[in-house]
């Protein structure tokens, strides 16, 4: 496969090596590289990215509007084969390679505020920059993937058919599933109200898709860009709070280790909106700290109404897998949302001191 594949680029396989590389659960990636020359390959899932096609389209279409209006910006987009193509296909199996960007790394975990806020800023300028850019140009990559009614819609009819064992096996999560439905009803509301705007927006924020400078750690460009689509900001930082605010993640049995850093949420907001403050609507920035509460949730509702369905969907490790992961999210959930008034009071701190940086440069 290695041959064919880098053949079509007009590489030889046997002069590279080539190794697994990073932490991604949806494509296979390798790393394939010489003493000269490094790529990334990677193998499009077609079980998730049923459309292909519309993944290269996005790209591609990005990438020109972007070499007309932000030249020097850091695109990392896919390699053309050598007859232009987008993919290598073999047996149905989609592959592709991007340039590796030297001396850069990244994480998989967020251990310091400022790696938070690094990233932060680099989502942020990735949908600053792109927002004259008309949306209707993308292509849905994976449909629905942020319908929180359509997900709420699923555990209601997943609750309805669920064996008398599962749903009292996950009582008190369906439970606490239920009292958060205002969630849902506020997002309808958003929505129906205009208060959120379509842009291009990542919609998979996790702080292993920001490429960081080896030595310094500063932010250099998002990566992995298979998801980007229309959608609403909430997504983007909404997932940077699901996944950056505890140290514990998604798989985490021990609940007691789930905890709420307000030092990283604070790094968020001021990395997210240094980018983003002008480009935002003041109806959206009133649902800043609502996108936690969003993603959260939403991804609480999918791991429930997976173990209600007989986990068809999460691959699991061990028995009850889908209910220890949608707990673990609700008791994130519920962490997040006790933090309401401290995360408002963190916001309009960090919206003085930037009043009062602003007045002190013009004086």
Not at 198 to 209: A, F, G, P
Not at 217 to 239: E, K, N, P, Q, R
Not at 272 to 280: A, K, N, P, T
């Amino acid at each position: 496969m290695f041959q064919a594949v880098l053949g079509a680029y007009g590489l030889n396989a046997e002069k590279f090596k080539i190794e697994p590389f990073g932490s991604g659960l949806i494509n296979r990636t390798w790393k394939v590289y010489s003493k000269e020359l490094a790529y990334i390959l990677q193998e499009v899932n077609t079980a998730v990215f049923r459309e292909p096609q519309n993944i290269a389209q996005n790209i591609e279409t990005i990438k020109k509007y972007l070499d007309q209006t932000a030249p020097k910006y850091l695109f990392v987009a896919p390699i053309k084969t050598l007859n232009s193509s987008d993919f290598v296909v073999i047996d149905d199996h989609f592959y592709r390679i991007f340039p590796f960007v030297e001396n850069s790394c990244s994480i998989d975990f967020v251990h310091q505020p400022e790696q938070a806020y690094h990233a932060a800023r680099q989502f942020g300028k990735f949908t600053r920059m792109l927002c004259a850019f008309n949306v209707q140009k993308l292509k849905p990559t994976i449909e629905d993937f942020h319908n929180l009614p359509l997900r709420v819609e699923q555990f209601k009819k997943a609750l309805a058919q669920a064996s008398d064992e599962r749903i009292s096996e996950a009582k008190s999560a369906i439970e606490e599933i239920i009292r958060h439905y205002d969630i849902e009803e506020q997002y309808v509301d958003m929505i129906n109200s205009g208060a959120l705007n379509l842009r291009v927006v990542h919609h998979d924020t996790k702080i292993s898709n920001v490429l960081l400078q080896a030595e310094t750690g500063v932010g250099l460009c998002v990566i992995d860009l298979d998801t980007v689509m229309a959608g609403y900001f909430i997504s983007d930082v909404g997932d940077m709070m699901r996944t950056y605010l505890s140290e514990a993640n998604e798989e985490e049995k021990d609940f007691n280790k789930i905890a709420i850093r307000e030092d990283v949420f604070a790094a968020i907001h001021k990395g997210y909106m240094e980018e983003m403050d002008q480009v935002l609507a003041f109806t959206e920035k009133q649902f800043f700290i609502y996108s936690g509460k969003f993603m959260i949730y939403m991804q609480a509702v999918r791991f429930i109404t997976d173990f209600l369905n007989g986990d068809i969907y999460y691959k699991t490790n061990y028995p009850k897998h889908n209910l220890v992961r949608g707990l673990n999210q609700i008791d994130l959930l519920n962490k997040y949302t006790a933090k309401q008034s401290e995360f408002e009071e963190i916001i309009k701190k960090i919206n003085e001191n930037r009043v009062n940086e602003a007045k002190t440069i013009l004086n």
